[in-house]
């Protein structure tokens, strides 16, 4: 083998061993951009899948708070929840609408998602305790409605009218009486034991603190209920899908804070001895009741 055989032997086995390497790197390269585009892919179907939950989370608050709306019966609380219930849809419709590769608006929504969370806690807390006073309430009105039902022999038409009363209580707005006395006045404004000496009836009570309430003027009704069931009468009021006698009115200026209240009912006819029941409303409930035993 001559030397220039030699040279074109030893540049073709570079060539070929060159055309070697380069195709073994083509094949590392691919398999390397292959290995990134599945991790990619895998990245994306996370961010969907993280995307897909924190939809379902919103939806799931958003029944929540109508869940919520639909079981409470005060206006402030009902106003507040629809609001952030509102808000919730709004934000709800912002991620749908947002790419799952968009980390910066996704990062915004889920940092909001944790917020509209925790405020929900809180409501579910406020109404969790507003329930428990309700119940009070309820178990209280039920003790005195049961009591004047006995009084006025009433029938099976006068229990739906308890259970439709039990139904609207109000949860924390309710104004509250209490201290309840009914005091016999002599034409001397002295007091006495005996119905027949009995010229004034005045009936004295407080309305509780309540600082959920609604401010403003209030117009109170107070029922007077003689031994024989008989209503001291000065004009009539809605309640209940009807009209209910009460015996005095006074309009009040209700702060949330406590205020007492006289009513008088001057006689005028004649008062047998006996038990008296004295009934305070307001707002369309029956908010206070005692009874009283004269001579």
């Known amino acids: 083998m001559n030397k220039k055989q030699l040279v074109v032997m030893i540049g073709l086995a570079v060539f070929v061993i060159g055309l070697g390497v380069a195709l073994v790197l083509a ?8 290995g990134e585009n599945q991790e990619l892919q895998e990245l994306k179907e996370l961010a ?3 995307k897909q939950e924190m939809e379902n989370d919103y939806e799931r608050l958003t029944v929540q708070y109508g869940e919520m709306i639909s079981q409470i019966n005060n206006d402030s609380l009902i106003a507040q929840l629809t609001q952030e219930q509102l808000r ?13 590769t968009d980390a910066r608006e996704i990062a915004r929504l889920k940092a909001e998602l944790a917020t509209v969370r925790e405020v929900l806690r809180s409501y579910i807390r406020q109404v969790d305790s507003l329930n428990q006073v309700n119940q009070r309430l309820v178990a209280e009105n039920d003790r005195v409605k049961d009591e004047l039902a006995q009084s006025n022999q009433v029938n099976e038409g006068l229990r739906q009218e308890k259970q439709n009363l039990t139904e609207k209580v109000a949860i924390a707005a309710q104004l509250d009486a209490t201290g309840i006395t009914m005091t016999a006045l002599n034409k001397r404004g002295k007091s006495v034991k005996k119905m027949k000496d009995c010229k004034t009836i005045q009936v004295n009570f407080t309305i509780s603190r309540n600082v959920t309430a609604t401010n403003g003027n209030r117009t109170l009704y107070v029922r007077i209920q003689t031994p024989t069931g008989a209503v001291l009468t000065e004009g009539t009021f809605p309640y209940e899908n009807r009209q209910l006698e009460y015996s005095m009115k006074r309009v009040v200026e209700y702060a949330g804070e406590e205020l007492n209240v006289t009513a008088n009912w001057q006689v005028a006819e004649y008062l047998e001895a006996g038990e008296y029941r004295v009934s305070i409303f307001s707002d369309g409930s029956m908010i206070g009741t005692r009874t009283f035993t004269f001579n």
Do not use: F, P
């Open 27 to 34: 094949l590392l390269d691919r398999e390397g951009l292959k």
């Open 48 to 50: 969907e899948l993280d």
């Open 88 to 100: 919730t849809q709004q934000l709800l419709k912002e991620l749908k609408e947002v790419k799952a």
